[in-house]
């Protein structure tokens, strides 16, 4: 049964360390997203990569934020420096755009930046 | 992508049907009715969608009205584990011009299931 997997699954830090997210699409999956959920926003969307291209990543704060696809199984998102506002579950997702468009969900990594 | 309107919560039996409302009364003809579920502290995952005609899978059917201005999720006997936050999305369909985008999720509607 083929997942999304994402590492790690729990992480806490402190404000102004560096936060790395890592996400292992499923083999084969051509585009992968990243969200974040928060009480307040609900799921947002932050960026994508189509073929490990980006595609957009207006969703993203760029002053800290970095997404990267160095490789076609694996995803990062980078916070540097953290705040406490970036507390929320991080979600990544992927898709075969060549099979239809359904989003297959990760089981996100829960942030905590105090 | 076109706006919805779903209850903010609704409670069902085990067993009987669960019927979801979702208004998109602008939705566009190449839009799509998409239905995703989030159970507490798991990632989403999709349920169902469909363009006009009603749509049946192993999870659920889907009822879109002739004027496509609303639709209902079924779930035709609810258990426990249905319990979630169920989201509708409306979206321009890959294969009609869209683009395989993120998507944009609502407040969803939180279906609880009593025993």
């Known amino acids: 049964d083929a997942r999304v997997t994402q590492t790690p699954r729990h992480k806490v830090t402190e404000m102004g360390q560096e936060v790395t997210m890592r996400c292992q699409p499923i083999?084969?999956?051509?585009?992968v997203f990243w969200y974040r959920q928060t009480m307040m926003q609900g799921l947002e969307l932050l960026a994508y990569f189509r073929n490990r291209a980006p595609l957009d990543d207006s969703g993203m704060p760029k002053d800290r934020f970095s997404a990267e696809m160095p490789d076609a199984t694996l995803a990062t998102l980078k916070i540097q420096p953290s705040e406490p506002r970036d507390s929320a579950v991080y979600f990544c997702?992927?898709?075969?755009?060549?099979?239809?468009?359904?989003?297959?969900f990760g089981p996100g990594t829960r942030l905590l930046v105090l | 992508d076109a706006k919805t309107t779903q209850p903010p919560s609704m409670d069902c039996a085990e067993g009987r049907a669960a019927n979801l409302p979702c208004n998109h009364s602008t939705i566009s003809g190449n839009e799509y009715v998409y239905w995703y579920r989030q159970i507490h502290s798991q990632g989403p995952q999709y349920i169902i969608h469909?363009?006009?005609n009603n749509e049946t899978n192993e999870m659920a059917s889907l009822i879109i009205t002739e004027d496509r201005k609303s639709s209902t999720l079924i779930l035709p006997h609810a258990t426990l584990r249905d319990t979630a936050v169920y989201y509708c999305?409306?979206?321009?369909?890959?294969?009609?011009?869209?683009?395989?985008?993120?998507?944009?999720f609502g407040k969803g509607t939180h279906l609880i299931i009593q025993p």
């Open positions: 469909g363009l006009k």
């Open positions: 083999l084969g999956h051509n585009t």
């Open positions: 999305i409306v979206r321009v369909g890959m294969y009609s011009g869209g683009g395989a985008d993120g998507l944009t």
């Open positions: 997702a992927s898709v075969d755009t060549s099979g239809g468009e359904t989003q297959y």
